[in-house]
């Protein structure tokens, strides 16, 4: 597989608590070079990264990161303000004690509520895949097809595991035909990287694949 196409799905992320503007900037700088398809940063620096990118990278933001439980109404107004200041996509955490609870209907009005704020920004749905059993992750499947969200999207990477290839095929087997699926957490090699676009999924969260590709090259040939 190209490593240009590659790149062209990955997310490139930084959202650790000590990111500075310095290595935000170095981000989208990469980003650019590589021409990801985006960088996903935190929602305080969405503003200044889009003024400092323009039209040359989409800018993602994370909504009720990365514990997914605040309330409905803040994870709206963390929505509606991240588009306001420049966001291109949205990455939201479900409210997981309610989808183990079985509170269907709150995890799903909470999905439509933050995809009507997004309108035609792209909402990804981080639904935490390592705190759910196989159940929990189908019935999310079904839960973001109707709720008409944009992509589904195993982890947040702040959690006790990341993306497996298992739940990919899980959500490849269970989305409805409109849904894309973004693995995300602990993508560490350009091989991982690789199986997991061939199992299906449209995206891939890491920043590791761009730091492999500029160790290995001087970024001359992009």
């Not at 039209?55 to 990161?65: N, P, R, S, Y």
């Not at 309610?98 to 995890?107: I, Q, R, S």
């Not at 947040?156 to 995300?184: E, H, P, W």
């Amino acid at each position: 597989m190209d490593i240009k196409d590659i790149l062209a799905k990955c997310d490139h992320t930084l959202l650790g608590q000590t990111a500075t503007w310095d290595e935000i900037k170095g981000i989208c700088d990469d980003g650019i070079k590589y021409s990801t398809a985006s960088v996903c940063i935190p929602p305080s620096f969405v503003k200044r990264a889009k003024d400092y990118v323009g039209d040359k990278l989409a800018i993602c933001t994370v909504i009720g990161f990365p514990n997914g439980y605040n309330t409905t109404a803040c994870k709206e107004f963390e929505t509606i303000d991240a588009l306001k200041n420049g966001a291109d996509e949205i990455d939201m955490v479900i409210n997981i004690g309610e989808l183990k609870a079985g509170n269907y209907d709150y995890v799903l009005n909470e999905i439509k509520t933050l995809k009507k704020a997004c309108g035609d920004n792209i909402l990804k749905v981080i639904i935490e895949t390592c705190l759910l059993t196989d159940e929990e992750k189908v019935k999310m499947c079904q839960l973001v097809t109707e709720a008409g969200a944009d992509y589904i999207k195993t982890s947040t990477g702040f959690s006790k595991a990341g993306a497996t290839f298992s739940d990919i095929a899980l959500f490849a087997a269970n989305i409805g035909a409109d849904v894309k699926m973004k693995a995300a957490g602990g993508i560490s090699s350009i091989e991982d990287a690789e199986e997991f676009v061939r199992l299906g999924a449209s995206r891939l969260g890491t920043s590791r694949i761009v730091k492999i590709v500029k160790a290995q090259d001087d970024g001359s040939a992009y």
